[in-house]
C-alpha cells in the first residue's frame, strides 16, 4: 500500500477546488469553501451525528445518501448551519441547487456540509461567489487545498490517499477530514470525505463505511463533546472499472484499507486536537466482549482526571482505575494489569516496584499507551485519545468572544 | 431554621476532634485525622461509590451500615486505602479496632472513611498516634476543625447545622463535606458526615440518606471523574428525645431539611471545585419525566465545552444545545426554549434578538443560571456545576509529582 499526497483527488475521476468566500468573516487568505466533483455518478455512502440538535445539512445528507447517488460534495467552514431553523434547510437546498446548476447535474445528488459557528444564517451571497469560484476552479491537483478549506480550528489540514492492488487490478482510495474540538467517541465530531474509484453497491459501500468508521472516528476523544455537525461521507465512482462485490477477498481488502484510512485520519484528528500535547493509545484486553472493552476504553479517554495526568506526564495509575472502574463494565479489580509505556505499573490490582522515575521520563514522549489486562476474556478495543492542556481551556473559553 | 458554627456537633451528644498525624507527609500544620463520637449507640445510613474499584474503607463501612448502629467514625485525609488489596481491607479493620479499644465500644460500630491518594499503603503508625491524639481531645467544640481535617484539595472547609423544630421538640443536624476534585454526577465523589439527635430507625434513615443524596450530592458536577472513596454517612443517636417515625408530618419535615443540608454541602463541593470560577445552575424544565431532565442537565453540566465556555463569560447557547442533543434524551429542538442568566436566548430552536452584550456583562458574575424548557410534559431537575479553567488543569497536572 503507497500513499500519495493527492488527497480526495487520489482516484480516477474526482477534481476538488477551493476558495476563500468569507463565510465568518472576510480574510482573501482563509480557504472556506472546497468543492468534490466526481466525472461519473458515485454511489455514496454515509454516517452522521447522532445528536438530537443536528444541522440541516446532516438532515439534508441523509436524504441524498438514501438515494444513493451523488456527483458532488459542497463543503464549508466558518459556519455550522445548526440551529438556524426552516430557514437553515432551504439554505442548504439552495446551495444544492446552485452547485448542481453550475455543474449541471442534478441538485439531489450534490451533498451539502457545513462546519463552524452554530446558530447564525449562513451568508448565502458570500457563499454564492465562493461555490462559483469552485466550480469554476476544478483540478485533481487541489486536495491539499480542499483539506485546508474546510478546517476550523485544526492547525494542519489532513488527507491522505492510498492504492490498493485488487484481483482484477488497482483501485484508489481518497480522504480528507477536520475536526480538533468538540471531538466525541460515539460519532466523533468531525467531517470527512472519501473518495474511491473502485466499483461498489451503495448498499455494500454504507455497510463497509459504518464497520470503518466504529473502529476509528467512533473510537477517538478529544473533548467528549458531539458536534451537531458529523459527517462522514464516502463516495465511489468505479472508474477504475474494477468493482468489489460483497463477500469476495476483493471486498476484505478494500474495507481493511478503508478501516486504514479512517484510522490513519481519526489519528490525525486526536493528534491536532485543541491545545493536545500528547497522542494517548488505551488499549483493553481481556475483557468479556469487545463492547465491554470499548466502554472502558472510552471512559479513560474520556477522563479529564486522566487527561490532565497526561498532559502532566503522571503516570497516575489510580485515576486510570478509577476511571475503569465507573465505566459501568463490572470486572474484578483485584486481577487487572496496567501497563503504562510498557511498563507493568499495576499488578492483580495493586501497584508494582515499578521505577516511577523511569515511566515519568517515558511519558515525556508525544505518544503514550496505556494497556489494561482484564483476565475476563478475549474482548479487545483500542481509543485514541488527547491530553487536557490548559491550552484547550484557553481555546474554548475565547472560541466565540 | 437556624444555623449554627458548630457542624457535625450540633446535634447533642456528638464529640469530635482532629490531629495533625502526617499521613502523607510529615506537616504538622495540616489536620489529616477526624473522629466523630456519639455519646450513645446511633442509628447509621450510608451511600457510597458505585465505583468497581472502591477503597478497603468503603467495601468496610457498607458492612456497619448493614448492621444498622454505629458509635463513631474515624476519617482519615492523604491516602485513599484504595487499590491495597487485602492489606488495605486489613488495615481499614484495624484502624476500627484501635478504635473501639481507646472508647471502649464494639468495633463493628466505627465507621471507618479515608481520603487521598490511591495505591499507597496506609501508614499505620501515624494514623494510629493521630486517632490516640483524636480520641484524647474529643469536645463539642471542634466541628470546624473535623471538617478541616477532611480536606484534600479543598480551599475551604465546609459544615453547617440546622434547628428543626418538630411537633414534639426540636431536633438538630449537623454535617461536614470535603471533595473539590473528582466529582461525578453519579454519586458525587466526596466524603460528608452527617449527625443528628433525632432518634430514627435506621431503615427510614437509610431512605431518606438515600433521598436526600439523589437531589444533591448525585446532582453535582466538578469533573465527571467518580473516585473510589465516595461515602455519605448519617448518624441518629435520639439524643433528643424526639423520634421521627415513617409516613409522619415530622417525618416530611426532617427529609426536606435533610435534604436542604445535603443540598447546602453539594452547592458547597462545586463552588470550591478544583480551579472554579463560575457556580452554573443547570435547570430543565418541561421534560417528558424527571429521569429525562436529569439526564439534559447532566449532559450540560458535564460539557467540557459548555464549561469552558461558563468559564469565558460566553452565552454559547450553540454548545449547550449541542449537548442536551447528545445525552440520550429525545426531544423535539424545534420547541427548545433556553434561558442564560434570565434572558431569553433561544426561542423555539432558534436564537432570539437578546443582546450579546447583555447577557456577557450578566455572565461576569460568579453565579451563572442556564434553564433549558423542553415543553414536553412536567420533568424537571437541576444539576450544579464548576466551569472549567487553566487553573483546574494546572492543579490537576502536577497533583502527585
Redesign the interface.
Known sequence: MTTSEKGVCAPKGFRTAAAAAGIKKPDPDRLDCALIVSEAPATVAGVF??????AAPVRYCREVCSGGVARAVMVNSGN?N????EQGYADTLKTAEIVANLLDIPPEQVCVSSTG???VPMPMDRLEQGIKQCAAGLSDASGPDAARAIMTTDTVPKYCSVELPLTQGTVRIGAMAKGA??I?P?MATMLAFITTDAAIEAPLLQHMLREAVSRSFNCICV??????NDTVLCLANGLSTISVAPDSPDCARFAAALEDVCVSLAQALVRDGEGATKFVAITVTGAANDADARTIAAAIA?????K??F????A????I??????SG???D??R?DLYIQGVHV?A????TAYSEAEV?ESMKQPDIDVTLELHDGTGAATFWTSD???E???I??????
Do not use: E
Open positions: 451525528t447522532t445528536n438530537v440538535v443536528h455550522a445548526a440551529c438556524t431553523g459557528v452554530i446558530g474540538g468538540m466525541a460515539n473533548d467528549n463533546d458531539m458536534s451537531t474520556k477522563s479529564q482526571l486522566c490532565t495526568a498532559y502532566g506526564q503522571d497516575n495509575w489510580g485515576r482505575a478509577a476511571a475503569a472502574g465507573y463494565v463490572v470486572f479489580p483485584t487487572l499495576l492483580a490490582g495493586q501497584p515519568q487536557l492542556s490548559q484547550y481551556v484557553a474554548n473559553a475565547d472560541y466565540r468572544t
